[in-house]
């Protein structure tokens, strides 16, 4: 099974200005900075298979308890969200949640800390943790007789300077897309998951479930299980809105819990380097 997600220019728009804003200002119930923040997201699902999705509306969780290494949020707004949208038609189908991964540097990874983007990269850190994967039990959308959900993470990290060498797309990775906003480094990264029952599931996919961490053999018999599918998305918004584009600096002041911005005007010269 393949999903292809697109996403439209405004929710790219809606979807990077809330996660700059959790990892750069302070929020005035948080004791600290970089915080996880929390949508769903919605648009339109074709009726029949292969599964193509696009994204046209996101809902920002403003009730969420965001924290730097978690976001929680209540049952009550994803069952009157999911309800409420479907009053405005095809449009506005649920179709998954996405959440932020804030880095800062010098950060205790697992892996050690985190001092450049290579490491994000090389650890992989914008992957799904197990905790996310358990998130999509229960929580999806139908196509036919099958049922799907998808997960984005938008992963950020501030560098020392602007820095865009390994930005965009690879092949190995189509459900990844990385980009360079003044210095701050961004990753897009989508997965998308058939929910199958348990009792149903072959080899192959008991093992996919095993990806991010879960354990097949805690999960009740007959119970809906979310199996990774072979994810990709169509990056064309993102390469035409940031490619090469200018901007300004962040620094993240971690001792005092304070994002400051320098406008582009201002900022260093951003360099665009061609391999």
Same mark, same amino acid.
């Given at each position: 099974?393949?999903?292809? #997600? ?11 200005t ?11 119930y948080?004791r600290? #900075? ?7 997201l919605?648009g339109?699902?074709?009726k ?9 509306h *996101?809902?920002? &969780?403003?009730?969420?308890k ?15 969200k ?6 405005? +038609?095809?449009?506005f189908?649920?179709? =998954? ?8 540097? +010098?950060? &205790?990874?697992?892996? =050690? ?10 650890? $992989? ?12 039990v229960?929580?999806?959308f139908?196509? =036919? ?6 997960a984005?993470?938008?992963t ?21 897309y990385?980009?360079?906003l003044?210095?701050l480094?961004?990753?897009f990264?989508?997965?998308a998951?058939e929910?199958?029952?348990?009792? $149903?599931?072959?080899? &192959? $996919? *008991? ?5 991010? =961490?879960?354990?097949?053999q ?5 119970e809906?299980?979310p ?8 990056k064309?918004?993102?390469? $035409?809105t940031?490619i ?15 994002g ?6 201002s900022?260093e010269?951003?360099l665009?380097?061609?391999?």
């Amino acid at each position: 099974m393949q999903a292809e #997600i697109k996403l439209t220019k405004s929710v790219i728009f809606e979807l990077v200005t809330a996660a700059v804003e959790a990892y750069v200002v302070k929020h005035d119930y948080s004791r600290t #900075i970089a915080v996880e923040t929390f949508a769903y997201l919605f648009g339109k699902v074709n009726k029949k298979l292969p599964l193509k999705c696009t994204i046209e509306h *996101i809902s920002i &969780e403003t009730s969420a308890k965001k924290r730097r290494g978690s976001v929680e949020v209540k049952k009550v707004s994803y069952d009157f969200k999911r309800e409420l949208a479907s009053l405005f +038609g095809d449009s506005f189908d649920y179709i =998954g949640t996405m959440h932020t991964h804030p880095w800062l540097k +010098g950060e &205790e990874s697992g892996s =050690g800390p985190i001092e450049t983007a290579e490491q994000v990269r090389r650890h $992989q850190l914008f992957l799904l943790s197990d905790a996310d994967h358990k998130c999509e039990v229960n929580r999806h959308f139908s196509v =036919g007789k099958r049922d799907f959900s998808l997960a984005c993470t938008v992963t950020l990290f501030a560098m020392q300077r602007a820095n865009d060498r390994k930005d965009y797309s690879s092949d190995e990775m189509p459900n990844l897309y990385e980009l360079t906003l003044g210095n701050l480094k961004i990753w897009f990264y989508m997965q998308a998951f058939e929910h199958i029952k348990s009792d $149903q599931l072959t080899d &192959e $996919q *008991i093992k996919l479930f095993g990806k991010y =961490g879960l354990e097949y053999q805690k999960y009740k018999k007959f119970e809906k299980l979310p199996i990774p599918i072979d994810t990709s998305f169509d990056k064309t918004e993102l390469l $035409q809105t940031f490619i090469a584009a200018g901007f300004g600096r962040f620094s993240i002041d971690e001792d005092n819990n304070q994002g400051l911005y320098l406008q582009k005007a201002s900022a260093e010269t951003r360099l665009q380097y061609k391999d």
